[in-house]
Every structure is written in structure tokens, then in C-alpha cells.
């Protein structure tokens, strides 16, 4: 008997048209370490009687309610994860910046709507098997980059409705490369600002709890409260401007944009661009700690107005629409 092994796991997806359904899976990412953290819990209904001293197995425990939930880690190549962001946000809106000149670049940008869509059937090859989860809705998803050394990378935190097992589908990945701390700037208000690590998570507030009687599966997870988006940065303590704009409840703008290397034939640019666009400060927790330089972790929580919500991405690459 063969034992599996983690260098053959890696983690295919599609879009579902009715919620639930599975369907093919036709987008293929490579998970990280640790990354794999999505699985199947079933409850156990057990007789409530005083009878006996002990729990007959055979007629006195059912099988109660299915939960799928848990987490993927991915990090983000220049191409692949699309439809990963247009589950997360709800909605993408893709273009040509120059359909002429540069027939194979494309803009997307995913924005946050009321709805998301229907679902996704996701597929985790873990070698022995693959484990095909249907009914995937992502629940929240954070954004970071832990360190100057390192990759952008994803937390998807997903909700889904039943498990099985099947063959795994022949993987085809991306030749690209993924983006990269180097290639990252954090404005605050206008102002680049020297940044060791940061994170951006969105928390859709899906209802995972959705569950009647005649079943065992929950039924499709909707928003039950208002979208949260939150995040911290840590940056070098070289000014009071930041912690001006906390004490004075300021609204900014935020933006995190990553600039990759050039693609088509004029000056378009591989690009991943983060915006929060009324964002205030929650903490600011400055003090020293040693005789070195001082940083400070900033918190933050993003709001919208009447033209912006929360959370924005803008991806430009050779994804062709639709996604």
C-alpha cells in the first residue's frame, strides 16, 4: 500500500451554476505548507433515555449534520486565482486597457457586492485520493505578506455543503511567476510608507448555520451581518501622521499595489492592486522596546461611502475574460 505524500496535493476549482451541484474542475493551484485545512466533521445524535448504563451503538446513535468548512493557502501567481477573488468579492468586471496595441492584457476588477455567486466545487488532491468538496462559498479571505522575503499569499476561508471522494483530475498549472514582497508599495493617504509586513481580510459574515429538518447538509450559506474589512500594517515609526489621523478618526485611503514584470507588447505591467478607500485607524499602539528603531503595528478597519465599498482589487494580467 502506498502512502500518500504532499508534493503530489495540489488544489483544482470551477464554478458551480446551481449552488450544490459539482461540476468539472478546470483551475489548478499549488497549495503551500500548512495550507491544507479544509475537511468534512459529522455529528453524532445520540439517544437522550435513562435506560441502561451504557449507549447501544446499532439502535441507539444516528448520524447527524455535515459540516465542510475550513481554510486554503495559496500563493498568488500572476494568472490562476480569478475565480477565487470573484467568489470572494462577488463580482468582476474585466476589460481591455488596449485591445489594439495589446490584444492579450486584461483588467479585472472584483468588487464587493450583496450577493456572491452561486458556489464553487473545489477538489483537494491529497495523492491516495481526491477529496471533491461541492457547494464552496468563500467566507472570508485575508491578504498578507509576512516579511520583506516573502509571497503574496492567500487564506481563503471557505463554507461548503457535502464531501466526496474521487479520482483526481489531471492538473494543469500556471507558468507564471507569483508576486512578491519586493514588488509591493503601501500608500496611507497619499504617502509611501516604510512597511515590514501587512494583512487585508475581508469576512463576508456568511451564515454557516443555515440548517432545517429533512436534512443533514446546511443549506447555502447567505450574509447574515455587515461585511468587515480589517487589517495591520507594521511600519517604521518616522513620523506623528498616523497617529494623527487615529486620534482624529480620519478617513484615508489606503492602497497595496504590487507591480510584476511587463507583459504584451507595450508597457502594461503584471498588477495586483489592494484598495481600501475609506479606512480609519483602530489602534496605534507605538512604544519602545529596545534601543533600536521603533515600528509600530498599526490596526485598521475599511468603510464605504456612496462610491466606494470596503475592499477593491484591480488585477492586470493575461487572464482573458469571462472568468
Known amino acids: ?56 451503538g446499532d439502535i441507539e446513535v444516528q448520524q447527524g449534520a455535515v459540516s465542510v468548512e475550513g481554510s486554503l493557502t495559496f500563493e498568488v501567481p500572476y494568472d490562476g486565482a480569478e475565480k477565487f477573488f470573484k467568489h470572494a468579492f462577488g463580482s468582476v468586471a474585466s476589460s481591455q486597457p488596449n485591445a489594439g496595441s495589446d490584444p492579450t492584457v486584461w483588467q479585472h476588477i472584483f468588487t ?47 463554507l461548503g455543503e457535502e464531501v466526496t471522494t474521487a479520482s483526481a483530475t489531471s492538473p494543469t498549472f500556471t507558468s507564471v511567476n507569483r508576486f512578491s514582497a519586493p514588488q509591493a508599495v503601501l500608500l496611507w493617504n497619499a504617502v509611501q510608507l516604510n512597511v515590514q509586513q501587512f494583512s487585508i481580510k475581508l469576512d463576508n459574515k456568511l451564515d454557516a448555520d443555515r440548517r432545517f429538518i429533512g436534512s443533514r447538509l446546511r443549506s447555502e450559506p447567505l450574509r447574515s451581518g455587515k461585511i468587515e474589512v480589517t487589517g495591520s500594517f507594521v511600519a517604521e515609526f518616522d513620523s506623528t501622521s498616523q497617529y494623527t489621523d487615529f486620534r482624529n478618526g480620519a478617513n484615508r485611503i489606503l492602497k497595496v499595489t504590487f507591480t510584476g514584470p511587463s507583459i504584451g507588447v507595450l508597457t502594461q505591467k503584471y498588477t495586483f492592486l489592494l484598495e481600501c478607500n475609506v479606512s480609519q485607524i483602530m489602534d496605534y499602539p507605538v512604544s519602545v522596546d529596545d534601543e533600536g528603531r521603533i515600528t509600530v503595528e498599526i490596526q485598521f478597519r475599511a468603510f464605504r461611502d456612496a462610491t466606494n465599498n470596503e475592499l477593491k482589487l484591480t488585477l492586470t494580467n493575461l487572464t482573458a475574460s469571462p472568468i
Not at 483537494?124 to 479571505?141: I, L, Q, S
Open 1 to 56: 500500500m502506498a502512502i500518500g505524500l504532499g508534493h503530489k496535493s495540489y488544489i483544482g476549482f470551477a464554478d458551480e451554476s446551481t449552488w450544490g451541484t459539482p461540476v468539472a474542475r478546470t483551475k489548478f493551484l499549488e497549495l503551500v505548507t500548512g495550507g491544507d485545512g479544509l475537511a468534512v466533521k459529522e455529528e453524532k445524535i445520540l439517544v437522550q433515555g435513562v435506560k441502561d448504563i451504557g449507549v447501544r
Open 112 to 158: 464587493i457586492v450583496d450577493a456572491l455567486p452561486a458556489g464553487m466545487t473545489i477538489e483537494v488532491n491529497r495523492d491516495v485520493t481526491a477529496f471533491v468538496y461541492e457547494g464552496c462559498k468563500v467566507g472570508g479571505m485575508e491578504f498578507s505578506v509576512g516579511g520583506p522575503t516573502e509571497l503574496l499569499r492567500i487564506v481563503a476561508d471557505l
